[in-house]
């Protein structure tokens, strides 16, 4: 689970704070990827989906090019019931 938090006295500075399976997904990508810290990784995941040109991106898994991108469940609909995305 992530609960976001606004830090008070500074409207632009949030905590995250991460627990049970998506901390573990934290450290086992820090360790994969061998990132100098928690801030190199999310920088990279950000760029990464700020750059892509679709609502996704590719990655290849066991030699096949697969399309990745969020579930319906976990983005805006907009009034039609569609993912509201760039």
């Known amino acids: 689970m992530i609960t976001k938090r606004v830090i008070a006295g ?3 500075k949030v905590a995250f704070e991460f627990d049970n399976g998506d901390f573990q997904a934290i450290e086992s ?3 994969k990827y061998h990132f100098v810290d928690e801030q190199a990784m999310f920088r990279f995941a950000l760029v990464i989906l700020l750059r892509a040109e679709r ?3 590719y ?3 066991g030699g096949n090019r697969i399309f ?3 579930s ?3 983005v805006s609909q907009d009034e039609q019931g569609n993912p509201s995305v760039a």
């Open 10 to 12: 500074s409207p632009k």
């Open 29 to 31: 990508t820090m360790a």
């Open 55 to 57: 609502n996704g991106v």
């Open 59 to 61: 990655i290849d898994e």
């Open 68 to 70: 990745v991108s969020p």
């Open 72 to 74: 319906g469940n976990i």
